[in-house]
């Protein structure tokens, strides 16, 4: 846990476009002209590198020499040492070879812990400025390196750049790995230097580079103009840091007027002008402002970090911003974001259907790509309509669904979701009259009772002619209720929809993608569906994708005798998430994802089990990564929102339901917390109404 922010960290990174760019001498002149402007800056060095221990602030070769050196002349800010060193190796290479040489790790957490307990320490500072060690990209180790630092701390950035023939190829690398990262120049500083072969470059090349410079960051940032600075040579002497500072000024102004504001008034804008799932638009519920992500962490805009309990609504299983994912949405970027599916094809959307069909359920063989998990609802509906007229049935026209589901929002959905959960009836003169039964009432851990399946039975002898598919969630209830049922419930519904020749759909989009611990729940069974639904988890939680997938026996009946499937969404089979997706799909394939679900299955069913004593817990199961705390009353939203928030974690109760579905990459410490903090809340009794 980060330490409790008592105020908001203000500070800027200066790093380069490499090593030896003049960072240093950028850092102390900035230094000179904060402090000239009357602000108490210090200049900090997370990591410094070639210096010993003893020598940080006395070695001329240590940057923190400069930092002193450039302020030596000035009045000193009381109680303030101008520079700071925060980690310190001897060896002079970058950073993870430097730390690896003395036994020790870097990483950008811990490194961040440390600058933000720095900056709670030095009470009397206004602003740090926090320089690099090596340029933008130097490693911290096998995967993080000093953007990572700027990002996880939310600070803008100041480049430093040397201005040279060739240079400009790496200050547009610098800049965009900076956007790469989400983060803002709020400077770029190029010092002129002299050419590769020692002589200075000519002038007409050092404007030039300028004025290119100058145009990739009117690209950048069209809303903002970020500072261009030239630094020339200045001639080592007694007043080399007043000229330097001095023509740094306009930066240090800039800098000095950037204080981050404490109420960015987000939520007072949203709450005019925007609307929130199942909200009212009247009385806006409780909102937190989330400003980046990362791993299994939400960071909110006043830098507090929740532990997530959600995975956004079943999505993010890998955790946030997955590299591998953010690599695949960004060379598909680059490529071709978007065309249109009529008439067109493209190799992630080919390739996808592939990797789902392999995926699938045997038998499922025919993708039907659509934008949303209700859209790829509709689509499953509409083509048990259209199988059922091809094959001349065209009085089976409605559908049957067992109480307690949930299948999305729009109007056909909407229809097979349980009557009173979904709301039937406000909708109801609009909403096509299914038939229901009762909900697979056989718990998932106890020995089934055929009995269950008696109302399922009867309604398809008797009305089975009415009836064009059987639609339901396997294994799992979601969004209906969390329940858990036995697998066998679907294998006597599979075998009684083939005696009545009605279809069997399967609405997957929840649990597919290994959330009850196995890829599709139906393999609990071992039931292959006529149609099966998948969405949420399918991108990784990146962006939204669904797919309808069929037998070929439903595809012919569809489109026997020259006819065709009557949909066609304008963003079908989009590039950009058909290869998230199929990125998504080979993180599968690396297989460590049962070993990772089994983990969290021990770790919510143990960290959950004090739950069951608490007086107002009706019941409390886990299978896979979900757990869930079901209550005998509903609970109290609002203020559980606020107790979860506080606890540092991201949990969302509904109804009577307190539950969990983490991401499967999820620290199992954290699971343990997530636990924790549900088990307080309703120890508490936050869980009641406030009435
Ligand atoms: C979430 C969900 C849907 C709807 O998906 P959206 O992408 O929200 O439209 C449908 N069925 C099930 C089982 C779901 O959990």
Redesign the pocket.
Known sequence: MPPPETRPLYAFFISGTDTNTGKTVVTAALLRALRTAGLAAQAVKPVQTGISPAETLISPSSDAFAYKEAVADIPPVPALCPAAILHCFTLPASPHLAAAEEGKHLRAARLCHDIRSHWQREKTADLLLLESAGGISAPLNATEDMSDIAAELDIPVVLVCPNRLGSLSHVFRALAALTEKGLIPAGVVMTEAASTDGRPTPARILEDNLEMVRGRLRLACPDRPVPLLALPRLPKGADFWKRAAALLTPLATELGARRRRDAPGLVSRDHAALWHPYASALEPPPLEVASRSRGNRIILENGRELVDGMSS??AAIHGYNHPRLLEALRRQAGRMPHVMFGGLTHAPAVELAEGLVRRMPEGLKRVFFAD????A?EVALKMALQYQQGRGRTRRTRFLAPYGG????TLG?MSVCDPVTGMHSLFADHLPRQIFMERPRCRFDVPFDPACLDEARHILKTRGEEIAAVIL?PVVQ??GGMWFYHPDYLRGLAELCAASETLLIF?E??TGFGRTGKFFAAEWAGVSPDIL?C??AMTGGLL?L?ATVCTEEVASGICGGGRVFMHGPTFMGNPLACAVALANLGLFEENRWQTLVTGMQEALAQGLAPCRDLPDVADVRVLGAIGVVELRKSVNTAALHGFFVDRGVWIRPFNRLVYLMPPYTSPLEDVVLLCAAVHDAIAGGLHKSAC
């Open positions: 609504w079943w949303s998990g209700s859209v609802v949930y299948h999305g929002d959905a969630e979601g969004a609405d989009i929840a639904c969405g949420k939204t669904a």
